[in-house]
């Protein structure tokens, strides 16, 4: 798919962007208009009747920064804060990603994050409402659906190693994700737990941060920009080779393994980058998740998402279709709910 039909794609979708609105706000970036179309114009998000606050209010209009209240720090990440918010009126949850446009390579990538969310549009992949930005204070504010239990990184450290069926289905949720992402020709490029998001509400895992997304750059082992990643990178990234949605797929190789074992099987960056020089890394993956006793199907899971070479990888269709994935199918998703519910997280 091209990027103009990902434009026709995205049209029509509530609280999202149409065509018409995508191609107003490329030209008021492009030409440094200091109002931005969602500083004049509100940005409405519409509830699913099965929304707890929608007694209160069916839609939510937003027509600024101070109809929002900011009630506490969510997580940190490169290139920004996210901040958990509310509504002034109804108290809807909205989470919001506060980030700075420094240069001109900022605004590239936040263009690029910005864009993607507008045209994204599935229950694996977390909602986008619109965003303000303030020429005054060079900030881009991205208003997103609040994901109440956190991110995967967080859950595993409060919970521990994710049991098989909870597991089983994270994974499904994100290869749901994956595979919609690769269909529209999307690499994420920064699959980890942390990007992992995790609702109770909706009972769902969602794939977020779309900052390194489709962002195709010069990358080399003194690359500092990359640094906080590197323990998920497949190794074609690593030497420097040509890459593409393969690479996520080993990423969700590592997250199924660091969920299986509850930590990272080689938290040691340059350990893990010399492990994926040697190829020693797959090796050692498989045998600590054999002697955590995993069941068959999830090492052979693992097994296939760890494969150096790309073009034997799977594809998240044909992982959907795994024994380890197909296992554990249950409609309700029941076992996701249950241990969502282990999880103490303020809400607001
Ligand atoms: N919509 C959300 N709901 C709840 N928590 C979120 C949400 N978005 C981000 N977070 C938290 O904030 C962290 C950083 O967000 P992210 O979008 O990954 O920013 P960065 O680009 O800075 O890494 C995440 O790891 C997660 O813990
Ligand atoms: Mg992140």
């Known amino acids: 798919m091209n990027e103009e039909e990902w434009i026709e794609h995205g049209g029509g979708r509530p609280g999202a962007l149409s065509a018409a609105d995508l191609a107003k706000f490329e030209n008021?970036?492009?030409?440094?208009?200091?109002?931005?179309?969602?500083?004049?114009?509100?940005?409405?998000?519409?509830?699913?009747?099965?929304?707890?606050e929608y007694s209160r209010a069916r839609q939510v209009v937003v027509t600024g920064p101070n109809d929002i209240v900011r009630v506490k720090e969510l997580g940190k990440g490169a290139q920004g804060v996210v901040y958990l918010t509310h509504h002034k009126f109804?108290?809807?949850p909205i989470a919001v990603k506060v980030q700075t446009v420094r240069n001109a390579h900022d605004k590239?990538?936040?263009?690029?994050?910005?864009?993607?969310?507008?045209?994204?549009k599935h229950e694996n992949i977390v909602t986008f409402y619109g965003a303000f930005y303030s020429e005054d204070e060079k900030l881009l504010t991205l208003l997103l659906e609040y994901m109440d239990s956190g991110c995967l990184s967080s859950a595993m450290s409060k919970l521990g190693a994710l049991p098989e069926d909870v597991l089983s289905t994270v994974a499904r949720h994100c290869l749901q994700g994956l595979e919609y992402l690769h269909s529209k020709e999307v690499v994420h490029r920064d699959i980890k737990p942390m990007n992992i998001l995790l609702s109770k509400h909706r009972n769902v895992t969602t794939l977020t941060d779309f900052g390194m997304s489709?962002?195709?750059?010069?990358?080399?082992?003194?690359?500092?920009?990359?640094?906080?990643?590197?323990?998920?990178?497949?190794?074609?990234?690593?030497?420097?080779?040509?890459y593409s949605y393969p690479s996520d797929i080993w990423s969700m190789g590592l997250v199924v393994s660091e969920a299986a074992l509850g930590s990272h099987p080689v938290p040691n960056r340059s350990l893990y980058w010399d492990m994926c020089e040697n190829r020693s890394i797959r090796g050692r993956c498989l045998e600590m998740l054999g002697a955590h006793e995993v069941s068959s199907e999830l090492l052979e899971f693992a097994e296939t998402c760890l494969e150096y070479e790309v073009t034997k990888r799977p594809t998240a269709s044909q992982l959907l279709q795994h024994?380890?994935?197909?296992?554990?199918?249950?409609?309700?998703?029941?076992?996701?709910r249950d241990w969502l519910l282990q999880l103490d997280v303020n809400l607001r």
């Open 90 to 92: 109804t108290k809807l």
């Open 214 to 242: 489709l962002k195709k750059k010069p990358f080399s082992k003194e690359d500092p920009e990359l640094g906080g990643t590197i323990e998920y990178m497949a190794p074609e990234r690593l030497m420097d080779e040509t």
């Open 323 to 336: 024994g380890f994935v197909q296992k554990h199918q249950d409609p309700k998703d029941s076992a996701l």
């Open 28 to 52: 008021l970036w492009d030409r440094r208009t200091t109002v931005l179309r969602f500083l004049t114009e509100p940005i409405v998000v519409k509830l699913d009747p099965s929304h707890p």
């Open 108 to 120: 590239e990538q936040l263009r690029a994050e910005f864009r993607l969310l507008s045209l994204l």
